[in-house]
T-cell receptor, first 115, second 116 residues
C-alpha cells in the first residue's frame, strides 16, 4: 500500500517569512495529492491539491509542487501570517482506481507563525 | 455545504466497555471513513465504506468494527475499549454529489475519547 512521509514535524517562522513542507510517497500509481489544514480545535479542511498531470499549482499565497520522478511534493506558503498557524497534512491516492476516495495521510506538520 | 456531524465531542469510558461512535452526513456521499488522530502519527485510517453495508479495513482496524446500515450513517464500534484506544476520532466523507471533487474529504468535528 501507499506510504507517505512528511517533514518537518514542526516548523516555526516569523511573520512574513516563507514556509515549506515536504512529503514523499511510495506508490507510483498515486496521482492525486491534496493538502489539508487543521486549525487548533477544528476539523481538517482541504486547502489545495494537485494532480499528477501538472507540476505546480498556485492559489494566492500557497503553492504546491510535484516531482513525479522523485515521488515527492511540497507545500509552499509565502508571506506567512499568524492565521497560517495550524497543523498541515499532505496525502496521496490513486484517484480513479479502486481507492474509493481513500487517502493516505502524512504525519502532519505543526506550523507556528510568530508575529 | 457538506455537513458531517459526530455523536459526541467528548466521551469518557471505562476499560472493557463497548463504545459506539456515530457519524452522520447529509450530502449523499458514497464514501465514509473513520480515522484516529494521534500527535506525531497523523491521520490513520481505521475503516472505510464505499456503499451501504460495504466496509473495508484501513491501516489499523484491530480492536474496531464498523456498521453502515444507511447511506448517511457510519458507526465505529469499540467492542471492548482499552486504554490504548484513547484518541481523537475523526469521521470523513467523500463522493460524487455536489461541486467538490470525488476525492475531497469532508471531516466531522471529531470525538475525543478517553478510556480509563
Amino acid at each position: 500500500g501507499e506510504n507517505v512521509e512528511q517533514h518537518p514535524s514542526t516548523l516555526s517562522v516569523q511573520e512574513g517569512d516563507s514556509a515549506v513542507i515536504k512529503c514523499t510517497y511510495s506508490d507510483s500509481a498515486s496521482n492525486y495529492f491534496p493538502w489539508y489544514k487543521q486549525e487548533l480545535g477544528k476539523r481538517p479542511q482541504l486547502i489545495i491539491d494537485i494532480r499528477s498531470n501538472v507540476g505546480e499549482k498556485k492559489d494566492q499565497r500557497i503553492a504546491v509542487t510535484l516531482n513525479k520522478t522523485a515521488k515527492h511534493f511540497s507545500l509552499h506558503i509565502t508571506e506567512t501570517q499568524p492565521e497560517d498557524s495550524a497543523v498541515y497534512f499532505c496525502a496521496a491516492t490513486d484517484a480513479g482506481g479502486t481507492s474509493y476516495g481513500k487517502l493516505t495521510f502524512g504525519q502532519g506538520t505543526i506550523l507556528t507563525v510568530h508575529p | 455545504d457538506v455537513k458531517v456531524t459526530q455523536s459526541s465531542r467528548y466521551l469518557v469510558k471505562r476499560t472493557g466497555e463497548k463504545v459506539f461512535l456515530e457519524c452522520v452526513q447529509d450530502m449523499d456521499h458514497e464514501n465514509m471513513f473513520w480515522y484516529r488522530q494521534d500527535p506525531g502519527l497523523g491521520l490513520r485510517l481505521i475503516y472505510f465504506s464505499y456503499d451501504v453495508k460495504m466496509k473495508e479495513k484501513g491501516d489499523i482496524p484491530e480492536g474496531y468494527s464498523v456498521s453502515r446500515e444507511k447511506k448517511e450513517r457510519f458507526s465505529l464500534i469499540l467492542e471492548s475499549a482499552s486504554t490504548n484506544q484513547t484518541s481523537m476520532y475523526l469521521c470523513a466523507t467523500s463522493g460524487t454529489s455536489g461541486t467538490s471533487s470525488y476525492n475531497e474529504q469532508f471531516f466531522g468535528p471529531g470525538t475525543r475519547l478517553t478510556v480509563l
